[in-house]
């Protein structure tokens, strides 16, 4: 009333306030309690804690305005509510949020002894670290002293009371200027190349740099200062987010009984982890290796305490435990990942390479059909595409052995083909990190072996949904983009170790081993790709009518007995096979 009437109240507005104030009063401690202002921790308050201030500030304002009208439209001149209303969330709102701006002020000050840190990328992903870092209760050895970003839009704006300095371009002159410690890329849905060149441009300071992971990684979309990490080579190679068809997915996974074979293995752990998240009703997780399966039952305890987890150990070419598995659990959606996968090694072990991943599969498949699984999905290789190996040769086989089942019962059989996987058990990248821990050399087999590579999260995200999309008897190959030399992704892990190529640590030249192609390829000679609905799934389909019929033979061979023959059926039936592994084929199967 002051306000509006400059001071100067006539008496009969001040008879209605005094009328009206004590109704007022009760209004807006009435609205307060509704919407809990006195139970809050006002010390954490946020965005949301001041939109509440809000809504109770418009209810108690609402209240008091109708008690003046019911009492008499003229006690009071009507712009006093909305001034009422205004001063009140000012006055509310600043008393509530006053300990957590005297906090956040007493905290802000300075470093207390903790890194100083540059922010690259002043998006949601750096907002949420920021804030995080800067929390009083924040246990992190980072301390934000502003953000860089390429948005010239954002450019000298300030968040969480922090300044965007500048673009990438400015990184080492910041530096310099504010005395950084660190720099913290803060951007999980940018590709690899962007993170490429900003890390060359941070390699021109003497800053450490740490990275946020990527999408494929933080897969539930939190992001959390204890996810900060070392740059790795993964973020050197990150290619588009996966767009994930949820609502297929949640079809024919959740609330259904899922079996893993190779369940403690590098993709199959992965895929046990995302296919928890879509709440199954069972998940059946197989390996034979005992601490394996000890530690991923651990980890999927603890990270999903909600969902039904069964171990099984056993060895898929065991018939009998297999078949026990299955007549016990009747799982609905098999993931076969169970697999000898590392050439060299299978080269010297023929026979073991047939028992495991033809025997195995033969095994498992059998299974899935006799007790009416709806979907088996083979996870295959870029390798049995016109394999050269014996590795190769037997994953080729899987996927006939798979399209061969399709049809014969109400079970979806399909196979997903894809290249290297970062970081999986035996792969280049961990070699590479031994190998430059140790002060090298890193030994690379040729200057021109080159791979297509994916990481472990993305492939099975695409191998998840692949499943969503089969229909019976496909070959999903993924789309692994541009192929890889392994000789540059040998620098680049030097590089990233804070070492020099060539300098400080050597490169040396071994020679291709047994059964190895200085290419992969993701198709045959004889097929051609498909589109699906999901940009990033093909399918493979043979230009002419592959006659399935042939693994017959194999299956029929295996069951009997295994010996040289299976060799020969092998070789009978792989017209792609290269000529050298045909020549030897009977005797190395």
């Given amino acids: 009333m002051f306000l509006r009437l400059d001071g100067d109240i006539p008496k009969q507005y001040l008879d209605g306030l005094l009328t009206v104030l004590p109704l007022t009063i009760a209004c807006y401690l009435a609205a307060f309690a509704y919407f809990k202002l006195y139970r809050q921790m006002w010390e954490y308050a946020s965005i949301r804690e001041l939109i509440i201030i809000v809504k109770a500030a418009t209810a108690g304002a609402a209240g ?15 712009s006093v509510h909305i001034i009422e209303w205004i001063i009140t969330i000012g006055l509310i709102g600043l008393s509530r949020m006053s300990s957590r701006i005297i906090r956040d002020v007493g905290n802000g000050g300075s470093s207390g002894g903790r890194s100083r840190t540059l922010i690259v990328g002043a998006g949601d992903a750096g ?25 010239p839009g954002k450019r000298g704006l300030m968040f969480s009371g922090l300044k965007v300095l500048g673009d990438r371009r400015d990184i080492p002159r910041l530096v310099e200027r504010h ?10 849905s940018v590709p690899g190349r962007t993170v490429r060149e900003i890390i060359d441009i941070c390699g021109q300071t003497k800053a450490s740099i740490k990275v946020l992971p990527g999408v494929y990684e933080l897969i539930n979309g939190r992001v959390r200062v204890s996810r900060i990490r070392s740059v790795s080579v993964e973020d050197l190679l990150r290619r588009e987010p996966v767009k994930v068809d949820l609502e297929g997915i949640a079809g024919y996974l959740k609330g259904k ?57 056993a060895d898929v070419k065991d018939h009998a435990k297999i078949e026990t598995v299955f007549s016990r659990h009747r799982p609905q959606v098999v993931f076969h990942a169970a697999a000898y996968k590392h050439v060299p090694m299978m080269e010297v072990n023929p026979d073991e390479a047939v028992k495991n991943n033809v025997g195995g599969t033969i095994v498992v498949a059998c299974a899935a059909k006799n007790y009416g699984a ?16 014996v590795m190769g040769a037997t994953k080729r086989v899987g996927e006939l052995i798979v399209q061969s089942m399709n049809g014969k019962g109400k079970t979806r059989f399909a196979s ?37 590579f994916m990481t472990i999260p993305e492939a099975v ?24 030399k392994i000789i540059d992704l040998a620098r680049d892990m030097i590089r990233l170790s804070g070492l020099r190529p060539d300098v ?18 993701l198709l045959s000679r004889k097929e051609l790709l498909d589109v699906t609905r999901h940009q990033r799934i093909f399918i493979a389909r043979e230009n002419g009518e592959e006659d399935l019929e042939k693994i017959g033979a194999v299956l029929k061979t295996y069951l009997k007995s295994l010996d040289a023959a299976v060799g020969s059926e092998i070789s009978q039936i792989l017209p792609e096979l290269s000529p050298s592994l045909r020549q030897s084929a009977s005797g190395r199967l």
């Fill in 64 to 78: 008091s305005t109708l008690c003046t009208y019911l009492i008499g439209w003229t006690l009071l001149p009507r």
């Fill in 127 to 151: 907002m949420l670290v920021a804030r995080e870092l800067l929390s009083p209760n924040s246990k992190a050895t980072l301390h934000p002293v502003g953000f860089v970003d390429d948005d």
């Fill in 179 to 188: 005395d950084v410690d660190t720099i913290l890329i803060a951007m999980p």
């Fill in 257 to 313: 009984v899922v079996l893993v074979t190779g369940g403690a293995g590098s993709i199959g752990s992965e895929l046990c982890r995302q296919v928890c998240s879509f709440k199954p009703a069972g998940l059946i997780v197989l390996d034979n290796s005992e601490n394996g399966l000890f530690e991923i039952e651990l980890e999927l305890r603890k990270s999903y305490p909600e969902a039904q987890i069964v171990p099984c150990l």
């Fill in 374 to 389: 709806e979907v088996f999905i083979y996870i295959s290789t870029d390798k049995a595409v016109n394999p050269t190996s």
């Fill in 416 to 452: 997903v083909r894809f290249g290297n996987v970062l970081g999986s058990r035996g792969s280049v990248v961990p070699i590479f990190a031994s190998q430059i821990a140790k002060g090298g050399p890193v030994t690379v087999t040729h200057e021109d072996m080159q791979r297509y």
């Fill in 461 to 484: 995200q695409l191998v998840i949904q692949a499943g969503a999309l089969a229909q019976g008897g496909e070959i999903f190959v993924l789309d692994m983009g541009e192929p890889v």
């Fill in 504 to 521: 400080d640590i050597k490169i040396e030249i071994t020679g291709i081993r047994p059964g190895e192609k200085l290419c992969e390829e």
